[in-house]
């Protein structure tokens, strides 16, 4: 039998709750992000839980012993994906209903720190074989990278990990050619320390003046949740520059992450901008709100995460 599950998002908690209903009678249960919480005490239980059940896959803190400690269930199991250890942690479990819970949440963020070679949208054919600065395309994801790792080595994070990656190679390729592009992404995927990340944000073209940050396909398709949840925090924080409008699929290095690992990844992008890939994509076209709010919202963003 296989529940009917609805969630719903509280924008202003930014947390996730599910309804889970029997299909064959009237029986439902209600699921918060915290397991029954009680707001009179503010402690939490899991009397509500037949069995306990920890899959660990090569944690080096206390993690095992904590859970030897409280008596629960304790398996052991090389990581082998998102998809597949889940799976395999359900099969252990003696009931069926099932409550899944990520216990070691990593995010990483990433951005393309190259320009690209040739400026082959440029109106004029004379600059098409020359680099662009890349103002925009490229360096304005990595200055909001280098600013929050300040803030980060200030305001260190507890409860969740955070890695910062500069990548190369993202914009090598000629239309119509895969293989060339995101070949940084590509050749870090193969080398990733485990476990993976739960989620990827990927900067890219963040600093136009006249900004419009719709929502990019492949970022819908790979990371639904999180994309509604950023977008839901970046208007309750009044960045009505973010819309709920799906726009073109860009093969950024937010799927080749995505398509190589399987880590849901998603790209926050401008990609109306009309200096791409062209010697006019320079400082002045680049503004320092716009740097500001998207910047503001991915450290919100976390740190809503470090104190969920």
Known sequence: ???????????????????????????????????????????????????????????????????????VKLEKKEWLGFGAQKNYAVNLAS????????????????????????????????????????????????SILMHLSEIFSSYPFNNIGVDLLFVDGEDMGRHGDLEHFSIGTK???????????????????????????????FSYIQAERDVLELWNLANSLGYSEFVYELSQPIYDDHR?????????????????????????DTVDKCSPYTLGIVGTLVCEYLYRKEHD
């Not at 005490?41 to 660990?56: C, K, P, Q, Y």
């Not at 070691?104 to 990433?110: A, F, N, P, V, Y």
């Not at 870090?188 to 419009?212: G, H, N, R, W």
């Open 1 to 71: 039998m296989k529940p009917n599950v609805t969630s719903f998002f509280d924008t202003a908690t930014n947390t996730i709750s599910y309804v889970v209903a029997d299909p064959n009678g009237n029986s439902c249960a209600i699921i918060d992000s915290v397991l029954d919480f009680d707001f009179s005490s503010g402690r939490t239980n899991t009397e509500f839980a037949d069995e306990i059940i920890v899959l660990d896959s090569g944690s080096t803190d206390e993690t095992c012993n904590i859970a030897k400690n409280f008596g």
């Open 95 to 142: 009931f069926n209903w099932v409550f899944v819970l990520d216990a070691d949440e990593r995010i990483l963020l990433m951005a393309h720190w190259d320009t690209r070679e040739i400026a082959d949208k440029d109106s004029n054919k004379e600059n098409q074989l020359k680099p662009i600065i890349g103002a925009n395309d490229g360096a304005s994801g990595i």
């Open 187 to 217: 050749l870090f995927s193969k080398t990733m320390p485990k476990p993976l990340p739960q989620l990827a944000i990927c900067l890219d073209m963040v600093a136009d003046k006249d900004p419009e940050f719709k929502i990019e396909y």
């Open 256 to 280: 080749a992450l995505f398509v190589e690992t399987g880590i849901p990844s998603l790209d926050i992008i401008d990609f109306d901008y009309p200096y791409w890939h062209t010697l006019e």
